[in-house]
Structures are given as C-alpha cells and as structure tokens.
C-alpha cells in the first residue's frame, strides 16, 4: 500500500489526522506471534494503514518543511500515540535528523516500547540528541521482540570510526551489531 506523495504542510497536517483517525478507541491487544516476522506479533489492519501515510512524510524531501515546527509538532503528535501500535514506527523515523531534535524528549520515553523501541533508538541516534545512553544501553541486553526484529533488519552501514572497533567487539564479541556501534558512538556526542 503505498501512500500520495505529500508536498505541503496542509497535506502532511492532514496526513497525520487521518493517521490519527485509524487508530481504534482502546489500546488493542497484542496479536500471536507470527513466523514470516520472525516470532513479532501480527499486525493489526490500522497499523498496515498508517505506516506507509508515516513513511510518505519521512520521504519528503523540501528543508522548509522538515523544518516547520507545525509539521514536526503533528508528526511527533501520531509517533507518541499509542493506540497506532507499530503504525507509529514510520512517523518516528519521519523525526530522524538533527532539526527535530527538540522532539527528542516527546519521543525518548518510547525506548521502553516494544512496538516501536528501535525505531526511537535510530531516530535519537540521527537526531544527535544527548543524554539517552543509559536508556538506550538497556536495549543491548533486551530479549524484547521489538528490539530483536529491528535489531536483525538494521543493516551494517552504521559505523563508527575504525580505532573504536576493539571496544565494540568487547561489549559484543564476535559480532558485528551496528546497533551497539551506534551507541558506543553515540554515547560519546
């Protein structure tokens, strides 16, 4: 399912209250796990909804709106509301660079959320935001599905400088998690 490209602020405003709108009245159970997500729970239809409406405004590519306090304010409105379970996720990686990084504290409490817990690790990561570390370091030793799934489907291009390298691999021995990179690197911002 694939969202309209949106090139104003009126049409992201208006993405994110249909967003919104999908998401049901009472926070929905979670759902049995399934094997094609290896072992994460299925997906509601709302949450296979408000994804790709996320993901249209994480790809929109004018500076002036990835910089309107409106729109950054409305998209961190839908990434905070619970109700959208995993629908959230595009919505917080939307957030993911250095001018949102004032929301950092809006989104920084959902490290603790299963649904969305990577995605809030990556997003503070891009935002550059300072002062989660310890927060963050309680998800290396997550057993979480949220954590796990994310954690395999991130891809190697996170890396931090060469030298660095020793003391990853003393905290993840013959591993090469990007994951715990990030933060090593992170940490240090």
Request: glycine share 6%; hydrophobic share 40%.
């Amino acid at each position: 399912m694939s969202a309209p490209t949106l090139v104003s602020e009126e049409e992201i405003l208006a993405a994110c209250e249909e967003a919104i709108r999908l998401a049901p009245a009472e926070f929905p159970p979670t759902l049995p796990p399934s094997k094609e997500l290896s072992g994460a729970p299925e997906w509601y239809s709302f949450e296979h909804a408000a994804w790709p409406i996320g993901e249209s405004i994480r790809r929109v590519e004018k500076p002036r709106l990835k910089k309107n306090y409106a729109v950054l304010a409305k998209v961190a409105e839908v990434a905070t509301y619970r109700n959208l379970r995993r629908g959230r996720q595009s919505f917080i990686m939307a957030l993911g660079f250095v001018a949102a990084r004032e929301f950092a504290d809006t989104v920084a409490p959902f490290l603790s959320d299963p649904d969305v817990e990577g995605q809030v690790l990556d997003t503070l990561i891009k935002m550059k935001a300072s002062g989660y570390t310890q927060q963050a370091v309680s998800l290396l030793h997550s057993d979480k599905a949220g954590y796990a799934v994310w954690q395999r489907s991130t891809s190697t291009g996170i890396q931090s400088p060469g030298k660095r390298r020793n003391r990853t691999s003393a905290i993840c021995p013959g591993t090469t998690c990007p994951v715990r990179r990030a933060i090593l690197t992170w940490s240090r911002i």
